[in-house]
């Protein structure tokens, strides 16, 4: 079984590690590790669970993930290719005292912020995909002068959005498998309901053992999980088709228009219909 820490090879002659995964390699399970992640997505789109946070991923997304923060990039069509380029790097690397330096005060205060996660946006994104692909291919100093590079432009800018917070899960490796049957089952079923009895089920734990569970390791409650996940889905159908807003209610696992209204606000702060028009292309 896969153990929810995941070891990270940095090759020998090298300080941190930077590579392409792509399918296969692209789909790793709720993983944590005790490296700081800066991910570009190169190709795919599908959900991000970044801690406590569950949204949309996309080609160009950028994300910069503190130590131990546990996440999963789940591809929306098993069929698809995903890949990300993916820089792994201990946040003391440089060695001790580096970030104490005056000069660096800005890329210490962004590493140090733990159990946080957070997106990149507008042209911070743009400016830091560039950044990311010339790293990938770089060797010697240059490599470490364009992680400082990529650190200290997001660390000067507000094109960002925490997306996760104070995120410290207590989940052990024999867990994990646990979490991820859960996960799996819920995005395969949450178009249908899911009773707390049958999600508990799966897991063989009591009602109340599965929701202390569950709230313990992803930090909020199994049916705040699934609405996410709905709302998830009825905002890709609002954006990407024309269709009747009462229809993607019912498709997004809802049978009264009234409850979706009122979650899709809750999630998104917005009406459907608000949403749509300030997603069309």
């Known amino acids: 079984m896969k153990t929810l820490i995941q070891k990270i090879h940095v090759e020998e002659h090298y300080s941190f590690a930077c590579r392409t995964y792509k399918t296969p390699d692209f789909e790793t399970a709720w993983h944590k590790h005790p490296e700081c992640e800066l991910i570009l ?3 795919g789109n599908g959900t991000a669970l970044i801690g406590d946070y569950i949204g949309e991923y996309k080609q160009g997304d950028i994300f910069l993930l503190s130590t131990n923060v546990p996440h999963w990039f789940r591809k929306s069509q098993k069929e698809m290719t995903g890949s990300a380029i993916v820089i792994h790097f201990m946040k ?4 001790e005292g580096f970030l104490s330096l005056p000069e660096m005060k800005n890329v210490a205060r962004l590493v140090e912020n733990k159990n946080t996660g957070i997106q990149l946006q507008g042209n911070l994104s743009i400016d830091l995909e560039s950044l990311i692909r010339q790293l990938e291919h770089a060797q010697g100093l240059e490599r470490i002068q364009l992680l400082l590079n990529c650190l200290q432009t ?3 800018s507000a094109e960002q959005k925490v997306i ?5 899960t207590i989940t052990s490796g024999e867990e994990n498998p646990v979490i991820e049957t859960i996960i799996d089952y819920s995005f395969k079923h949450f178009l249908n309901p899911i009773s707390l009895k049958e999600i508990a089920g799966i897991t063989s734990m009591s009602i109340p053992a599965f929701c202390r569970f569950f709230k313990r390791n992803i930090k909020k409650s ?3 999980f699934i609405k996410e996940i709905r709302i998830g889905h009825a905002c890709k159908l609002l954006r990407e088709t024309n269709r009747p807003v009462l229809d993607i209610c019912y498709d997004s696992g809802y049978n009264s228009w009234a409850h979706f209204s009122k979650q899709f606000k809750m999630v998104t702060k917005i009406p459907p219909s608000k ?3 300030q997603h069309i292309k």
Request: proline share 0%.
């Open 41 to 43: 997505i190169t190709e």
């Open 164 to 168: 996760t917070t104070a995120f410290d």
């Open 154 to 156: 997001i660390s000067l």
């Open 222 to 224: 199994y049916f705040d």
């Open 92 to 95: 003391d690397f440089w060695g």
């Open 275 to 277: 949403y749509r028009k």
